[in-house]
């Protein structure tokens, strides 16, 4: 009898391990969950990436909704999302900061000159320490940070234009009065 019970307990194991995989595989992988999620947003300082102008901090997400894209240069994915951001800036729908993560100076700026800067601001967080502190698994990664600097939602990967007309967006406007 011991015997028997000592064969089970591996398929019992297989069984539960199992159980777990497949109700994995129903879940969105860009919905990753955030303990930041209305919480403020960390406190931060970031230089400019060109080494002028005003970098970013984080008392410049107030005041308004903000889109806040965490990007990088050797992002292929950055590169596929970068038309939207740059059509919805010419629009003025929408306030966008960027956060360009683990990037070299150079490299950053050349890459917006040649794909456009629809940023309002960008911060050079080149170690990755304040990506660390805003939970950025990789890039992109978009958030939203309602007027009083709290962090509303988070999405990870690249924006399409369905996830802003279908997410996004409706987010947006539940902040704005």
């Not at 994995?24 to 230089?47: C, H, K, M, T, Y």
């Not at 890459?111 to 950025?136: C, F, H, K, S, T």
């Not at 978009?142 to 999405?155: N, S």
Request: proline letters at 7%; glycine letters at 10%.
């Amino acid at each position: 009898m011991r015997q028997r019970l000592f064969l089970l307990v591996p398929v019992v194991v297989f069984l539960g391990l199992a159980a777990v995989f497949f109700m994995g595989l129903g879940r969105d992988p860009n919905l990753v969950p955030s303990a930041l999620i209305d919480q403020s947003v960390p406190s931060f300082e970031l230089p400019p990436i060109n080494g002028s102008g005003g970098g970013l901090t984080s008392a410049d997400l107030t005041g308004a909704v903000t889109v806040v894209n965490v990007f990088a240069s050797w992002c292929i994915p950055c590169r596929a999302e970068h038309p939207l951001w740059m059509d919805l800036a010419e629009k003025g729908e929408v306030r966008l900061i960027g956060i360009n993560y683990k990037d070299e100076a150079g490299a950053a700026t050349r890459w917006l000159a040649e794909l456009g800067d629809p940023y309002e601001r960008i911060g050079a967080d080149r170690d990755g320490r304040v990506g660390i502190d805003w939970g950025v698994y990789g890039v992109p990664e978009t958030f939203i940070v309602d007027k009083e600097g709290r962090i509303r939602y988070k999405h990870v990967g690249p924006v399409s234009e369905q996830t802003w007309r279908e997410v996004l967006e409706p987010t947006i406007a539940s902040l704005t009065p």
